[in-house]
């Protein structure tokens, strides 16, 4: 049999969309001999309809939509997922239709529960080996613990979050003894750097263990605004890969068959065969410029804005937009990539497309005659401190192609330096010198004489002068506040996304100032700590190119917000990255008291002085506390890592709380 898994990049209750892609893999699937077809979980409502799925008219509408998919299933069966609500409860299923008919809707037993989902929320688990019966616009189907059987064939649904359960528990361990030969499992598992290696390890182990054959089709791209999903495709046979696809495709439908042939006995692996150690800052390249992508078209914008500091954060931010154009011109070209970005007109796409290709058309040619050094695969090699010391001679591939995009990229990006008498030249130099390289718009402003306004009318107002000696904080906050009317003036007048730059170390500690540099539409990096952020430009540099970098990867992390001479620095005002991170995850993913992460800490450092942990500890927990507010009034930001601290998607913290107060004088 040729069975297929489809990748599919849906958009919540977006129906034409929605259906649209469905058809499209349907289409694809038939013209390439499919004969079943799994779609992902829940494709299509969306799988992040949130409260929606609690109401009657969702699931109703689900289930007209569904009537039109049917037509299209002659001469071939496919595995739908959508909301099924019964007398008052709704459950995840995968409907499976064939020759325009429905077999039945098979129904999620676990549910996900943790980390980003909150599937208890809006689904009810169904019980295994039950099954019912219910009628829909005068026709009876069968909904629950069901088996299906396609040409000989017998096969059963593992449901995302039911394949992840140990292996007493999860179904499939129920459906081989009532002669399943194939699992089935459409899923939403989102995007997690290096997750991919335990799903593979989670699909493989199954067909192994229970001797049979196991296809898997995920959700694919930023779906709602936080989520990505990668959009994976495997199919495993008795712990041997049969196949498994390309991810983080810009495609709308990425599809993947392969022939199984259920008679033949495949030999059972004795040991699953490893994926290679994940690149996890290629990984993340990848995964940021498909969720911008996604979210500037979604968001029907035109667009991002940028307050280009010079810093790590704003450039790391920048360089994404520039991967963002270099990866999808490279996979869909530039005419169909500027149709989909919906920030392009008909005669933009004519006039620039052919100015672009012929770009890339020269990069390939310099390569395929061996004039330069190659780099197809950008990244493969993890950072090393020896490789973070080299300096390319020539820029590889990524960086040529970038290159190439530049008149896209000053369409797509608009940056703006914003100096005070406290910006440095480093800086300065760092942000024009690297807008130029890919492209972007740049503008330069200063904003000294709207600070002085401000602070004028609040010396009049109060009767005295403000000094660093005793108004530091607020002298430092009003700079930054200032900030953000003249770039989010841009960006409203551009009718474009304003990034704001925060990553999750600063959210953590409240390191930043509400309605100044936290001001912005999207905040791409707040799932990443400072201390990657400084490792995954130094990758940037050296593996993708992008030698503008070499100038921030020089300097060390500042706000820039106090006189010079002073000399300010992050880690002189909070502690170390690499300790905070620490610190972070030690409370929040490994959720130890600060006691406990005292007690790890000291006996993971015996050379460092114990009462220097101990404030690192208590000024850690004291400004996770009292900075509560700031996180829930952040821009959504990209899940990304394996935790992150944005409320409204991973981490739930009171904003007004003891503040660990008796935890702290505790130690």
Request: glycine share 6%; charged share 20%; hydrophobic share 40%.
């Amino acid at each position: 049999m040729r069975i297929a898994g489809a990748a599919l990049n849906q958009i919540p209750f977006d129906w034409q969309n929605n259906l649209r892609n469905i058809e499209e893999a349907i289409k694809q699937a038939k013209a390439q001999g499919v004969e079943l077809l799994c779609l992902p979980e829940l494709c299509l409502t969306g799988y992040n309809c949130e409260d929606l799925f609690l109401s009657d008219w969702l699931p109703e509408a689900a289930l007209a939509h569904l009537q039109q998919i049917r037509p299209w299933t002659q001469g071939i069966l496919v595995c739908v997922g959508l909301p099924v609500r019964l007398h008052g409860r709704t459950y995840n299923t995968a409907c499976v239709l064939r020759d325009g008919e429905i077999l039945g809707f098979a129904a999620k037993q676990f549910l996900a529960n943790d980390g980003v989902h909150y599937e208890p929320r809006f689904f009810v688990s169904w019980k295994a080996g039950t099954t019912a019966q219910f009628t829909w616009e005068g026709e009876e189907y069968t909904i629950g613990d069901l088996v299906f059987e396609h040409k000989g064939v017998k096969f059963g649904f593992e449901i995302c979050e039911d394949a992840w359960r140990p292996a007493a528990d999860r179904p499939a361990g129920r459906l081989i003894p009532r002669g399943v030969q194939l699992i089935v499992n459409p899923s939403a598992s989102h995007f997690a750097m290096s997750k991919t290696d335990q799903r593979y390890h989670i699909v493989l182990e199954a067909s192994r263990d229970y001797r049979c054959t196991y296809l898997y089709a995920n959700l694919l791209g930023n779906e709602s605004g936080r989520t990505i999903y990668d959009g994976e495709i495997l199919v495993a046979r008795n712990g041997h890969l049969i196949t498994r696809n390309q991810l983080m495709s810009f495609k709308e439908v990425d599809l993947e068959c392969t022939d199984v042939d259920f008679e033949v006995d495949l030999p059972i692996a004795e040991e699953i065969t490893p994926l290679p150690t994940p690149d996890e800052y290629r990984e993340l390249n990848q995964a940021l410029s498909l969720g911008l992508f996604d979210y500037l078209r979604k968001a029907h914008s035109r667009g991002f804005v940028l307050s280009l500091s010079g810093g790590a954060d704003s450039c790391m931010c920048a360089v994404s937009v520039a991967e963002m154009v270099r990866l999808g011109v490279a996979e869909l070209g530039a005419a169909e990539f500027m149709r989909r970005s919906g920030c392009f007109s008909a005669e933009d796409i004519t006039n620039l497309a052919g100015e672009v290709d012929a770009g890339f058309a020269k990069v390939l040619n310099r390569e395929n005659s061996g004039s330069q050094p190659s780099a197809a695969a950008p990244g493969t090699a993890q950072v090393t401190q020896e490789a973070v010391g080299r300096t390319a001679t020539q820029p590889p591939q990524a960086a040529q192609f970038a290159t190439a995009n530049k008149p896209l990229v000053e369409r797509l990006l608009t940056c703006a330096y914003q100096g005070t008498v406290n910006s440095s030249d480093d800086t300065y130099l760092s942000a024009k010198e690297l807008a130029d390289s890919i492209g972007a718009v740049f503008f330069d402003w200063t904003i000294d004489d709207e600070v002085k306004g401000y602070v004028g009318k609040i010396e009049h107002a109060l009767g005295r002068p403000l000094t660093w000696q005793t108004d530091d904080l607020a002298l430092q906050n009003i700079q930054a506040r200032v900030r953000a009317p003249g770039i989010w003036l841009v960006a409203n007048v551009k009718n474009c996304l304003l990034i704001t730059t925060s990553n999750r170390s600063e959210a953590s500690v409240g390191y930043c100032t509400m309605d100044g540099d936290t001001a912005g539409s999207i905040s791409p990096i707040a799932g990443v700590d400072k201390y990657f952020v400084k490792l995954w430009l130094r990758w940037a540099q050296q593996e993708l190119g992008y030698l503008a970098l070499a100038r921030v990867n020089n300097l060390e992390p500042t706000a820039e917000l106090r006189p010079l001479e002073e000399k300010q620095t992050d880690e002189r005002d909070l502690m170390p990255y690499p300790m905070l991170n620490h610190i972070e995850r030690l409370a929040f993913y490994n959720r130890l008291s600060p006691q406990q992460t005292l007690a790890t800490l000291v006996e993971e450092n015996p050379n460092t002085d114990s009462e220097l942990l101990k404030t690192y500890v208590k000024r850690f927990y004291s400004l996770w506390s009292r900075n509560q507010w700031k996180r829930e009034r952040y821009a959504p930001s990209f899940h990304l890592d394996d935790y992150n601290v944005d409320p409204r998607s991973w981490l739930r913290f009171p904003i007004l709380s003891g503040g660990y107060h008796e935890e702290l004088n505790a130690l």
